[in-house]
């Protein structure tokens, strides 16, 4: 194994070398002409000149090489008692027959297909298609409600939308038809054809001359080959979450994506070609991107896809199930996902119905992972549990303990060192460093390393104005924190008004947006308040329109059902409350800060700018009065 700081010391210092050489691995139709362009404009762009097709590394690579019969993905699905595996061999004839179906339906090189569908291999089998023919897709998590499937339509201006008749949760089936139907209904742009993919649980009325069955067009279409596209040609865009409504579409490119996914499953993950890998995640985020569908392929791993929850489907022991049955080497999800377990079997009763002597790690991300889950995960299990920090933005780990590198010591609580490529620093509101220990906002010294955006789809101004304007020369992440001496990070909150809901991140400026445009709120604000299961949770305080007489508990539950429809059942927006007036600075700035500080029963210093400060104990009432603000 290397040395760590040798690899991170490279990277930084010499990132054309390290990377060229990375890339090496990879299949290029042709050679880059440079590694690295710094003059690029917004941001530097990694392989340029080069082509390649990511579809083809992900699979053909594969088969050609001689290994079509291994497994690439196993389907397990509690929700429906159904159980699939795929090899190499059967997912690029089934990902070449799909890509035919999108060429007949006129999707060229560059065009979008939008897809929105549930955990089902047909999502990875779209997403591989769209990228084989030189496409663009952009995956909708199928939590999100019409409104916001009809944002996205709108920005990714998708020829092709491809879906299913219906996702499955374990309480309900969730009909996508008609979600879809109504999204496209509220969009200015329309596809020219629908795919969908009928499932036994639901069937989706068909509109002529619009939507295609997935099968029988599959069974007419002849397969499409790769479609070899320049390493800076967007292979996707993926939404998430930003201060306001409008959502970010950031964009990955081919080349820097394919090489940065399959440089880390051996350096961060410490798995190679044939061995299992799963991340519990959904297609819709960028861990199931990255982690379920291309960086596990790109190794010539066997990549676990599990339409299922960590408990009720059916019982705790729904993870060691899986990890045993197919000898899951490597498990990635959320501390959420561990939190869950833990309240449903805190003693680990259900481990020792399973031998997981074939698991070597637990990887966890998507939120801070909080000591105490740490510990209990390392103790039931027995294993390396590694949290790791990253973001949609940058598609895999800006911060990890390198177990294919060189294992480090864990500090629970902080997801270890920055990984190669980044250069991580901590800076002040006035852009100096600040020593180690102190609080600051943590930036990425540009360049970025390969698979980090290049921008946001269509929109470099918004790109520039979001990372790049605050701390020139960086890339801000959104997240503060502090390095320690040893120079271990730890990301302690966000800086935006971005929340994370059991490893989903939301928008509270979104949320805002919903409750306002009721008939009868004056003003709102939503913050985030700790939850002992999700992390976080969105809870809301509204202030009524003058006249208007309204039982609170009424208009609560009228508006938890309007974020349900607006946002999606995913915002778990279930805390509401009516109050007078909220607290604002004298140039009439929300305090969510401090509100979010009484709410969790934190130390909390009243603000200099305060207007009112009594509205602050009318506040500390309406949160008691829902369970919180507790000392
Ligand atoms: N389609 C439709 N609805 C969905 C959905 C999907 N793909 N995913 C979630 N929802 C719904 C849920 O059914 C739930 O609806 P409800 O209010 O009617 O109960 C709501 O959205 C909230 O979902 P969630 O936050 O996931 O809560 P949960 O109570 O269903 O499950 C956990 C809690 C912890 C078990 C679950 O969040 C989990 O498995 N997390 C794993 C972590 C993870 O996947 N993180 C992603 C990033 S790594
Ligand atoms: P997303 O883009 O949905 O992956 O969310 C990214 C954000 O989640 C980050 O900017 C952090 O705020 C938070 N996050 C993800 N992983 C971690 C982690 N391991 N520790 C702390 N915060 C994390």
Known sequence: MADYQHLYAQSLNDPETFWGEAAQALHWDKPWDSVLDRDAKPVPRWFVGGEINTCFNALDRHVEAGRGAQKALIYDSPVTDTKRVYTYAELRDAVAAFAGVLRDQ??????????????????AIAMLATARIGAIHSVVFGGFAANELATRINDAQPKVIVSASCGIEPNRVVAYKPLLDEAIELSSHKPSSCVIYARPQAEAAMIPGRDIDWRTAAEQAQPADCVPVKATDPLYILYTSGTTGQPKGVVRDNGGHAVAMHWTMRHIYHVDAGDVYWAASDVGWVVGHSYIVYAPLLAGCTTVMYEGKPVGTPDPGAFWRVINEYQVKVLFTAPTAFRAIKKEDPEGQYLHDYDLSCMQSLFLAGERCDPDTLYWAREKLGKPVVDHWWQTETGWAIAANPLGIEPMDVKPGSPTVAMPGYDVRILAEDGSEMPDGEMGNIVIKLPMPPAC??????NDQRFVDAYLTKCPGYYLTGDAGFKDADGYLWIMS???DVINVAGHR???????EVLAGHEDVAECAVIGVADSLKGQLPLGLVVLKAGVERDASTLGKALIQRVREQIGPVAAFKLVNVVKRLPKTRSGKILRGAMVKIAD?????MPATIDDPAILDEITEALRDMGYAKR
Request: proline share 8%; net charge neutral.
């Open 506 to 512: 939301l928008s509270t400026g979104a949320i805002e």
């Open 453 to 458: 955006l290049p921008t946001l789809w269509h």
């Open 601 to 605: 029963g934190a130390e909390w210093k």
């Open 494 to 496: 966000r800086t935006d």
């Open 106 to 123: 006129g999707v060229q090189k560059g065009d979008r297909v939008l897809i929105y569908l549930p955990m089902i291999p047909q999502a």
